[in-house]
């Protein structure tokens, strides 16, 4: 299939170019953030027919919350043009969105048909703009994904790790459960989800995934300090454990990932051996830099 890949220069978007182009089933036209920009419908209807795609892979919104990046309404309204454009011309739409639509007050992992229910700024966007995509795009498919790291853009990994070269301590709690996901293994999950529909499938829908083994923020610091550790010296107390009043509420940003593994036959792995490899290729591109 032909695929036009928004957001191409993500964490995820460069980890999905580098595993299609290994296996060579899919043609990828790359199109990256800075070319997403939209300041009109029509100049995102223009991009979406240029790219001559059977499916537009739609990486921005994703990308955007796991590098703390600013997002807006004109960022969710883009995913509605994206929408009309593929409806419009019969362009599937796979869009990636995140956990964190729900309101992680369930303590329980999360499924598909469970109310989203974040009632904040990030929540009701993330939830209007699924809503817009689902009543304006018959052939979508929308993946919640826990947050990406990677060696490669901003992401929590590298944010961490510059921080704690720079000399910085991390205070991380542990009262919010998550499952990091790999972007190698996001770019698993979407390739498997392409070869589905390049073979005729028609499995149009939300569906959920994340990693194996849900963890903290606090916990994930540690692995990465540890990793971190064989390329450089940090002081002791690098990661700290932010101290809490005992008050605050857990919240839990765990998917059920049961459907989409029946569906597309993409089973779970565990995030944390992923890890020391993402660390490593970090400290080798800084070198060659």
């Given at each position: 299939m032909r695929v036009l890949l928004i957001g191409a220069d993500s964490s995820i978007g460069l980890a999905l170019q580098d595993h299609l182009r290994?296996?060579?089933r899919h043609q990828v036209e790359p199109l990256n953030r800075s070319a997403c920009r939209w300041k009109s419908e029509r100049q995102a209807k223009k991009a979406a027919r240029r790219g001559d795609?059977?499916?537009?892979?739609?990486?921005?919104?994703?990308?955007?919350?796991?590098?703390?990046?600013?997002?807006?309404?004109?960022?969710?309204?883009?995913?509605?043009?994206?929408?009309?454009a593929c409806q419009r011309s019969n362009i599937h739409y796979l869009y990636l969105s995140s956990a964190r639509v729900f309101s992680g007050t369930l303590e329980r992992p999360y499924r598909e048909q469970d109310e989203t229910d974040n009632s904040n700024t990030i929540g009701e966007f993330l939830r209007e703009?699924?809503?817009l995509i689902r009543e304006t795009c018959e052939k979508?498919?929308?993946?919640?994904?826990?947050?990406?790291?990677?060696s490669d853009g901003p992401n929590v990994l590298t944010h961490h790790l510059s921080r704690l070269l720079e000399g910085g301590v991390l205070r991380m709690e542990n009262s919010i459960k998550v499952c990091p996901l790999p972007s190698h293994d996001g770019a698993r999950v979407i390739a498997a989800i392409l070869d589905q529909i390049g073979a005729g499938a028609e499995p149009w829908g939300t569906y959920h995934y994340c990693s194996s083994d849900p963890t903290n923020e606090y916990e994930f610091a540690e692995a990465l300090?540890?990793?971190?550790s064989q390329f450089n010296e940090f002081s002791q107390g690098a990661v700290a454990l932010e101290p809490g009043t005992g008050t605050e509420p857990l919240r839990s940003w765990v998917l059920d990932s049961s459907l989409l593994r029946d569906t597309f036959?993409?089973?779970?792995?565990?995030?944390?051996?992923?890890v020391?490899?993402?660390?490593?290729?970090?400290?080798a591109q800084r070198k060659q830099e």
């Open positions: 290994r296996w060579g795609c059977d499916i537009l892979i739609d990486t921005r919104i994703a990308a955007a919350l796991d590098s703390g990046e600013q997002l807006d309404e004109l960022d969710f309204k883009r995913c509605h043009w994206l929408a009309k703009g699924e809503r979508h498919i929308i993946l919640r994904m826990g947050p990406v790291f990677s300090l540890a990793g971190a036959a993409v089973k779970q792995v565990p995030w944390r051996g992923f020391a490899d993402a660390v490593k290729q970090y400290f």
